[in-house]
């Protein structure tokens, strides 16, 4: 009898992202061992064996969520969706006392709440467990074994097993905020495109929380950004025909990845000691618990030697008063790379488009970037 699911060899994955990061992370898929990867809005459309799924989702630096396809089919009244999943065979993907967590959203259809929708697909599956075995899973929103995914466009349903039990932004390290963090993706994004690769020392003088210095590490350690997360809760060997062996292997082979990082090759600074405190908590949580300096200063009094790579992520301002400051931050800022970093190269990611020219120099390059919604300008600067 053939089975109810999609397979991996059916239809294709799909990885979400960040606006912007389409092609880079098109491009990173490949490298990991994907196939027939098409950029699309906000991520790509993939095709991938057991072996480069599994690297997939513990490797990916710039995709938010990968999705594998369970079912699909033609949809446009809620009580077929629930008929069509309660018929489905669960009970191969999870047991009745472990939990589930439904995320759902629509296009173009006559199914227009995607809450409703959510509810549907867990209802379907709670009540096929609780007609069969009297027992019934819980909903877990956090942490769940069995992540789903209900996307609906032009009154076809989609559903995907959610391979990183929710966000891939999450690392596990950042344990201290500030305001308007950097998502991980984003700063990993910003690596990628500056095309650091742990070759060159490194610093951002506003780390703000540290989540550039984070993502920075995890490249020069060349560590898995979820092997901690996933490596023991993952749901891919759930998924229906999926090797349990291959994930065994993958995770082993990130674990014997790793690499030390030599003292000296990053360090940071912000001239706000709550945003210090912070940086220097989530950086002790990266794997091996590295010794990163970071030290209260004003990044306007910055001096690097020739060679070394800055990167960074300035305040914003949203209001009239912070704007006129970070508008001389930036100047300010402009005025140091040039007079006191000669002979390095400098990546700021600009959190107005506007605020490119407060540095008055000439970037070579103006990357457009979006982070948390907010558009912004990734620029590289040469400084002679």
Not at 20 to 48: I, K
Not at 125 to 150: A, E, I, Q, Y
Not at 334 to 340: D, P, Y
Request: hydrophobic fraction near 40%; charged fraction near 25%; glycine fraction near 8%.
């Amino acid at each position: 009898m053939p089975s109810p699911w999609t397979t991996l060899e059916d239809a294709p994955c799909f990885a979400a992202c960040a606006r912007g990061l389409e092609q880079p992370l098109a491009d990173e898929l490949a490298e990991l061992g994907a196939r027939d990867v098409r950029p699309a809005v906000r991520g790509a459309g993939f095709r991938a064996d057991p072996g480069a799924l599994a690297r997939i989702v513990l490797w990916t630096r710039l995709a938010t969520r990968v999705l594998a396809p369970l079912a699909s089919f033609s949809c446009h009244d809620d009580r077929y969706l629930y008929r069509r999943l309660r018929e489905l065979p669960w009970e191969e993907l999870m047991a009745p006392g472990e939990t589930l967590a439904v995320t759902a959203n629509t296009a173009f259809s006559r199914l227009r709440h995607s809450q409703f929708l959510a509810q549907r697909v867990k209802d379907a599956v709670v009540d096929r467990f609780r007609d069969r075995t009297g027992r019934r899973p819980s909903v877990d929103r956090r942490d769940p074994d069995l992540p789903l995914s209900l996307h609906v466009r032009r009154d076809h349903a989609h559903l995907a097993l959610d391979l990183g039990r929710g966000s891939l932004h999450r690392r596990g390290y950042r344990k201290r905020s500030v305001a308007a963090p950097l998502q991980e993706t984003v700063a990993a994004a910003i690596l990628r495109l500056a095309g650091w690769r742990g070759d060159a020392p490194l610093v951002d003088p506003m780390c703000g929380s540290g989540t550039l210095l984070a993502e920075a590490y995890l490249v020069a350690a060349n560590a898995a950004p979820q092997l901690p997360r996933l490596a023991e809760r993952a749901p891919l060997p759930r998924y229906p025909g999926f090797p349990a062996a291959v994930w065994r292997r993958a995770v082993a082979a990130a674990r014997a990845a790793l690499r030390p990082v030599p003292d000296g090759l990053l360090a940071g600074g912000d001239s706000d000691p709550e945003a210090v405190a912070a940086a220097r908590e989530n950086l002790r949580a990266l794997p091996g618990r590295p010794r990163i300096p970071v030290r209260r200063a004003d990044a306007r009094k910055l001096a690097a030697p020739p060679g070394m790579v800055i990167v960074t992520n300035p305040p914003y301002g949203v209001r009239l008063g912070e704007r006129r400051e970070v508008e001389a931050l930036y100047t300010a800022l402009g005025n140091t790379l040039k007079r006191r970093c000669t002979g390095c190269t400098a990546w700021i990611l600009c959190g107005d488009t506007k605020l490119v020219g407060r540095l008055g120099l000439r970037p070579r390059r103006r990357i457009p970037l979006w982070n948390g919604g907010r558009e912004c300008r990734l620029v590289e600067l040469e400084l002679y």
